[in-house]
């Protein structure tokens, strides 16, 4: 799509889309809760264009990252509008605006809202361009509109019979009536009925494409002329450069440039390999910080003085605080801590770049377009008009393709070379040693248990990062805005805060502690961790109450329905309520994150030097199921993920750097690891809810739980591997 500017009045949007071709073009309005009470949300510059051939286009700002969000979406136009399945294009924006940015206020894929956020929008505009292409068709055949049916990219007659000429006509050749007419302001949507779309497992739009190595990637992308970048970046994080010596590689083979960039240099070249040799090379020195001596264990003291600190404020209190202290019952009480982790996208960090004084173009597989729109302006002046980016597919995303500095350090070696586009790609070693991490984080609890073992208070103290205040979360505004008490930060505490156990008195606080590492959220950000810790002290209350972990956790789940929906049909799976099978272990745990509930138990075997993982069984209340098939896929997907993160994965930090580099010291599961995974979809008529994330949270402390009810062994702190011998 050739970039195009749009005014925020219906008339000139359609005037303007119009203007490259006859078509039918209907904006999205976005709707309460989302629309933020912007204009620009509500008309916005999304929307579904059908042309004279009766292609049917969509432009949506969610990039896709693999998890069949752009098949989904076109399930839900496809099914609204009655078009034919093989005639859905996905087109994503090349200019971030303040139409497409989602409630965080921005353009970024995050959060799971690819679906639950444009399902709605998507089948109001789809019924306002089905409801007008059949007041075409109704002028034009004299009929009355309500005899006539949307289906398969055709207006039918039906009373005529669908195949009669002359009775059945083409999207295409309506559009040009249809668009003269008035969009209407409340359409009526196809009742539940006819949605025969949605709710089936159908093949993904990119499976051919990536099956036949068509598919394009930020990687992938080739530009005339164009030349190769490979960073050199300071190995200590709050370091920057001190001065670097361009001729030390100015006479090696194929180098064009060495260029400044944050904490680094580029050096430019005729081939990346040319470019890494040469940067690999490169005669640099850096600043020495306060931070050069950093180390994990230093890290974990800072931690641990924040859960010993008397003067943290309550964030969240639910009944009396005193009650949480009380020593009238039994007392369990807990420390866990979890790693900092790094992403391991299999597509490595890139992206190329062509950028003059007037205008910058990027090629980028990326999650977050306005984070690159404000890197760019802030660093280089870039106004958001001189901006064009091209969203490719992305070779793995999971928070971690929300950054910028790769664009910046694209667009600033292009400038270095007059404006010729230049593809600068990371090593994975840059990935790893520079790049992103989840926060490390140590949680205490306090749980006071009555006669029936039941928790009638619970105290939880969280040390770490807030790492929302780099996204621009203020945490005492997200505290009013969310019924907090103070210093709320989604990206710490979701799943914690807002868990939905029904405890009578509950108070959560948060002692922040702020760290030199480059923080980014991790698939599932807060969930990820909050899940483990939270989901491990109620096995430990139920352990210590002497009941079953399943009878304990519905105890607490008075009017929770989605909640206990899950815990049952997961229940049924792995036959929870008979003698495991012999020599095997399991453990259950139940997260909500995102919309959605997810409940997990896996069933494991332990000897002495080994813990083997043999099924994971998973069900989801994710309202309703868009493609079946790929929530399936997601919560599989999510289950080897985070298996493979709980099992071996940290990242330790030594004199300021990290310590691991790549796959060797940072291990991704291997095939002969993964499990055998069973996913029960629970439908019970719940709002949308996420499937990229919610997978995450519950196996890590449904694994530990499994391996507590193996070994009496309980873990705390993750990775397994720190636990066992094999």
């Not at 006859?22 to 976005?30: D, E, F, Q, S």
């Not at 989602?102 to 894929?109: E, H, K």
């Not at 669908?162 to 999207?171: A, D, I, V």
Request: aromatic residues 6%; glycine residues 8%.
């Amino acid at each position: 799509m050739k970039p195009q500017r749009f005014s925020m009045t219906r008339r000139a949007f359609l005037a303007g889309a119009v203007a490259t071709g006859v078509a039918l073009v209907v904006p999205l309005r976005l709707s309460a809760p989302w629309a933020q009470q912007r204009e620009a949300a509500r008309i916005s510059q999304a929307y579904i264009r059908i042309d004279a051939s009766g292609r049917v286009t969509f432009v949506l700002p969610t990039s896709e990252m693999g998890q069949g969000t752009h098949t989904g979406q076109a399930q839900i136009l496809a099914e609204e509008l009655g078009a034919d399945w093989s005639s859905i294009t996905v087109e994503m924006p090349t200019q971030p605006a303040p139409a497409y940015r989602i409630p965080s206020g921005q353009m970024r894929s995050v959060g799971s809202f690819g679906i639950r956020l444009w399902h709605d929008p998507l089948r109001r505009a789809a019924a306002q361009a089905r409801e007008m292409l059949t007041q075409a068709a109704a002028t034009r055949l004299g009929v009355e509109p309500a005899t006539l049916q949307a289906e398969d990219g055709f207006i039918v007659h039906v009373a005529s019979g669908r195949r009669l000429p002359g009775r059945r006509l083409p999207f295409g050749e309506l559009v040009e009536d249809a668009a003269a007419l008035p969009i209407p302001e409340e359409p009526t949507l196809r009742p539940d009925g006819e949605r025969t779309l949605t709710g089936r497992t159908v093949p993904r739009l990119d499976t051919p494409l990536k099956v036949t190595g068509k598919a394009v990637f930020g990687v992938d992308v080739e530009r005339e002329g164009m030349l190769y970048g490979a960073a050199r970046l300071a190995p200590v994080f709050s370091a920057d450069v001190e001065g670097f010596d361009e001729s030390s590689v100015s006479g090696m083979p194929g180098v064009v440039a060495v260029v400044r960039v944050p904490r680094g240099a580029v050096v430019v070249a005729d081939s990346w390999w040319q470019a890494k040799q040469a940067a690999d090379a490169l005669d640099i020195t850096f600043t020495q910080t306060s931070a050069d001596t950093l180390s994990t264990d230093a890290i974990n003291t800072l931690l641990r003085e924040g859960l010993d600190r008397t003067d943290v404020p309550v964030t969240t209190l639910r009944g009396e605080a005193e009650a949480t202290l009380s020593t009238n019952g039994q007392v369990v009480e807990a420390e866990y801590s979890v790693p900092l982790l790094t992403h391991m996208c299999m597509e490595p960090i890139n992206c190329t770049a062509e950028s003059t004084e007037e205008r910058t173009e990027l090629w980028i597989g990326t999650q977050g377009q306005d984070v690159i729109r404000m890197t760019l302006e802030s660093a280089m002046q870039v106004r958001a008009e001189q901006l064009f980016i091209n969203t490719t597919y992305l070779g793995g995303g999971f928070g971690r393709k929300t950054h910028g500095e790769i664009a910046l350090q694209a667009a600033l070696a292009s400038r270095a070379v007059g404006g010729r586009p230049v593809k600068v790609l990371w090593a994975r070693e840059d990935d790893v040693r520079q790049g992103q991490y989840r926060q490390t984080m140590m949680c205490r609890f306090r749980a006071v248990l009555d006669d029936a073992g039941n928790i009638t208070g619970m105290r939880i103290r969280l040390a770490g990062p807030q790492m929302g205040r780099a996204y621009g979360f203020d945490p005492e505004q997200m505290a009013q805005a969310t019924g907090n008490l103070a210093n709320f930060d989604p990206f710490s505490l979701g799943g914690l805060s807002d868990m939905r156990y029904v405890i009578p008195n509950f108070v959560v606080e948060h002692a922040v502690v702020d760290l030199p590492i480059p923080l980014c959220p991790w698939r599932a950000i807060a969930h990820t961790f909050n899940g483990f810790f939270f989901e491990s002290f109620m096995d430990e209350c139920a352990a210590a109450a002497g009941r079953d972990p399943l009878a304990f956790r519905r105890s607490h789940c008075a009017g929770q329905t989605r909640m206990l929906a899950v815990l049952d049909r997961v229940a049924e799976m792995s036959r929870w309520n008979e003698p495991a099978p012999e020599g095997v272990s399991r453990g259950l745990a139940v997260v909500e994150s995102y919309g959605s509930y997810v409940a997990q138990v896996v069933e494991a075997r332990a000897d002495d030097r080994d813990f083997h993982v043999e099924r994971v069984h998973v069900a989801i209340d994710c309202g309703r199921a868009i493609n079946p098939g790929q929530v399936e896929a997601q919560m599989e997907g999510s289950v080897v993920d985070a298996l493979g993160a709980a099992l071996s994965q940290k990242v330790t930090i030594r004199d300021g750097r990290a310590e691991q580099s790549n796959f060797h010291d940072y291990a991704l599961l291997r095939i002969g690891e993964a499990p055998s995974v069973s996913v029960g979809i629970v439908e019970i008529g719940s709002p949308l809810g996420g499937v990229g994330e919610p997978g995450i949270p519950p196996l890590a402390p449904a694994l530990a739980n499994a391996m507590f009810a193996a070994t009496r062994q309980r873990v705390r702190h993750l990775p397994l591997a720190d636990h066992v011998q094999g």
